[in-house]
């Protein structure tokens, strides 16, 4: 059973990067060096590891792959974790992380008997690079010029920023919503369909959608960015940051709702926690890593003069340095949806979180 999931897990990839002519496969190495990688972790991960093309993204005279890929448990009751990068096609190293994790996992799988059993209790879906077409042609918003990230149908209450909000004026300029009402972008419906197939009914789920460009510091959002309000299970979010602070006090993540920063149209986050929670009773929390790339810029101010600059740490040390100091994290976030039930909080817990969230983070709304 084990060998034969492996052979379709493998021949998914083989296939994919069969299906490539020469001139093809050294455009990939140049242009989109993330999926190679991607390619080569999922090519060599144990058996355990399953992998699929979810969407096809035409660029050019390519097709390229959306990657999906699952480890551990596949009961419906078992929680979720759902790791994205990719989304915004400058923002390459929010893929790297992912991948890096992901490669991570993999090599644990092998021997760590420990890890193993922890992956019976929870579901790990990763979608690293959800915008290939964006990414290969070295911009923001998809090969249709939507930005991802403004696509959902959901319209901000209150004055959203003038364009980094979303606009509708053209897709030559950034943060185009594109036609949302219409349908989302292919690459937005892929996601909507990894969440509606995993989430709904779930006890417990959490993603972390992995971004960088905005901020001196890496900074945890969560919901909502359509609304200065807080959402509904604002105490599990407070719940969670304790707890991550009080086991890793070393770190520094500021969390904080992605309304604190500005206000925009058709978050995806933002529509798929109110989608997932209309329908069922559990808990999700969608998460956003906003990895701070200003001090990356002070730090070597000539990065300006690339675009790639302003969101990518570009020299090695410092690029080595992100890739790994992420892992604990999302190592973090795999285990605290595990053990959801022992810090999930109920009834005056809740409440009194939910009071010390109100306070901490909506004092002036
Ligand atoms: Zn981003």
């Known amino acids: 059973m084990a060998e034969?999931?492996?052979?379709?897990?493998?021949?998914?990839?083989?296939?994919?990067?069969?299906?490539?002519?020469?001139?093809?496969?050294?455009?990939?190495?140049t242009f989109l060096p993330e999926l190679v990688e991607l390619e080569r972790t999922l090519a060599d991960a144990p058996a355990a590891v399953c992998t699929r093309v979810i969407e096809r993204i035409a660029v050019k005279d390519l097709a390229l792959p959306v990657y999906r890929v699952d480890i551990g448990a596949a009961g419906p009751d078992k929680p979720v974790v759902l790791m994205v990068g990719g989304v915004h096609g400058l923002e390459r190293i929010g893929s790297q992380v992912v991948t890096a994790w992901l490669g991570s996992l993999a090599e644990r799988m092998r021997w760590d008997d420990h890890f193993n059993e922890l992956l019976e209790k929870v579901r790990i879906v990763v979608l690293p690079i959800l915008n290939p077409g964006g990414m290969f042609l070295n911009q923001r918003a998809n090969p249709s010029g939507v930005d991802l990230m403004r696509n959902a149908p959901i319209t901000a209450q209150g004055e959203s920023t003038f364009l980094l909000g979303g606009q509708r004026l053209s897709?030559?300029?950034?943060?185009?919503?594109?036609?949302?009402?219409?349908?989302?972008?292919?690459?937005?419906?892929?996601?909507?369909?990894?969440?509606?197939?995993?989430?709904?009914?779930?006890?417990?789920?959490?993603?972390?959608?992995?971004?960088?460009?905005?901020?001196?510091?890496?900074?945890?959002?969560?919901?909502?960015?359509?609304?200065?309000?807080?959402?509904?299970?604002?105490?599990?979010?407070?719940?969670?940051?304790?707890?991550?602070?009080?086991?890793?006090?070393?770190?520094?993540?500021?969390?904080?709702?992605?309304?604190?920063?500005?206000?925009?149209h058709g978050d995806l986050w933002d529509y798929f926690y109110k989608q997932v929670n209309r329908q069922g009773a559990g808990t999700f929390i969608p998460l956003t890593l906003e990895m701070g790339s200003w001090r990356w810029l002070r730090k070597r101010p000539r990065q300006l003069f690339r675009m790639e600059g302003f969101f990518n740490p570009l020299v090695p040390h410092r690029h080595q340095r992100v890739l790994r100091s992420h892992l604990l994290l999302m190592d973090f976030l795999l285990h605290a949806a595990v053990s959801h039930d022992n810090w999930l909080p109920t009834g005056d817990q809740a409440r009194v979180l939910r009071e010390a969230a109100l306070t901490h983070w909506y004092r002036e709304a």
Not at 177 to 182: F, K, L, V
Not at 230 to 235: C, G, L, T
Not at 238 to 249: G, H, N
């Open 171 to 264: 897709p030559r300029l950034p943060w185009y919503t594109g036609e949302p009402e219409q349908g989302m972008e292919p690459e937005c419906e892929a996601l909507k369909a990894v969440i509606d197939e995993m989430l709904p009914g779930r006890p417990f789920s959490l993603a972390l959608d992995c971004h960088s460009g905005f901020g001196w510091q890496d900074q945890i959002w969560f919901p909502y960015a359509y609304r200065r309000r807080p959402m509904r299970r604002i105490d599990s979010v407070m719940a969670l940051k304790l707890l991550w602070e009080q086991a890793y006090p070393n770190h520094r993540y500021v969390f904080e709702p992605q309304s604190a920063h500005y206000l925009t």
């Open 4 to 29: 034969l999931k492996q052979q379709t897990c493998h021949r998914e990839v083989a296939e994919e990067k069969a299906r490539r002519s020469t001139g093809q496969r050294h455009c990939l190495r």
